[in-house]
């Protein structure tokens, strides 16, 4: 596996596989701290793709002023060793002058999307996505990028990014990985005592109800909104961010769920931020 630091060592690594017959190029973005989620992502542009590229990059744009950034996990030794296990590539591990130089002044914001769900909670939060992926979008032009379905909204936002700049690269989102008792995989876990860990389980809890009613015939979006915030709010010591059924395109609330709609949840367990979702069927 090779390491690049910059970007003109990953746009160097992309461009030298044009020459090859039947490549393609599968990039999985991330900010490192890698569990089983991110592994499923690795196999999945392994599986897709002939050679697959992957960034480690807690990118600061997208974390607000009194946020997580500088105690987010971090644990580059480990990440180095699972996706080499993992049969990656190349790692790409820039620092935070290489993607934002002094004097860098471009940002990326996808109007209207950029602002619903956890862009509402999170004021610049997917201008800061926005921004970063497509700084590594445009430095490796890989056929395929890869994003886990736990960040339903952010995938929303970067198809658009995709749509409008015109890039030539296909966003393929991939199941949510979850914990045996039903937690999805996120690296914020790591800061839950054992008892925020089991309340956290009303999250998947509420996604479970909503799954169960769908299939059972409900479709209303207000009822299943109302179920949802009933199993949250078994768990007092849980604070509701959103509960949302929403058109996954426009991140738009929905009245009557349909195939394809999402549901998302936001909410805060202890000090920490968590979300799940459902694609309904």
């Known amino acids: 596996m090779e390491i690049a630091s910059t970007v003109a060592e990953l746009r160097s690594w992309s461009r030298s596989l044009r020459c090859a017959p039947g490549h393609s190029i599968g990039l999985v973005p991330t900010m490192g701290a890698f569990h089983a989620g991110h592994a499923s992502l690795i196999r999945a542009a392994r599986a897709a793709c002939s050679h697959v590229a992957v960034s480690l990059f807690v990118n600061p744009t997208q974390f607000g002023p009194s946020e997580d950034f500088s105690r987010y996990p971090r644990s580059f030794d480990a990440d180095c060793a699972l996706a080499e296990r993992e049969g990656v590539d190349l790692l790409f591990t820039p620092a935070v002058e290489e993607m934002y130089p002094e004097g860098a002044a471009t940002f990326v914001e996808v109007e ?34 890869f994003f886990g379905q736990k960040d339903a ?12 700049l015109r890039l030539d690269v296909e966003i393929v989102v991939c199941a949510i990985v979850r914990e045996p008792d039903g937690l999805a995989l996120s690296s914020r876990n790591a800061y839950l005592t054992a008892a925020e860990r089991r309340q956290a389980l009303a999250l998947s809890r509420a996604v479970g109800t909503v799954e169960a009613l769908v299939a059972g015939g409900e479709r209303r979006a207000d009822l299943l909104i109302t179920a949802a915030r ?5 768990e007092p ?15 738009e609330p929905v009245a009557v769920a349909a195939p394809g709609t999402l549901f998302a949840v936001a909410a805060w367990v202890g000090g920490t931020r968590l979300i799940d979702n459902a694609i309904l069927k």
């Open 237 to 251: 010591a849980i604070r509701i961010d959103y509960v949302e059924m929403v058109d996954w395109a426009r991140l």
């Open 230 to 234: 009933d199993v949250l709010a078994a």
């Open 112 to 145: 209207g999307l950029g602002q619903r769900l956890d862009g509402a909670s999170r004021p610049g939060h997917f201008r800061g996505v926005a921004t970063v992926v497509a700084k590594l979008l445009i430095a490796a032009e890989p056929d395929f990028a």
């Open 153 to 164: 909204a952010q995938v929303a936002v970067l198809r658009q990014l995709a749509r409008d």
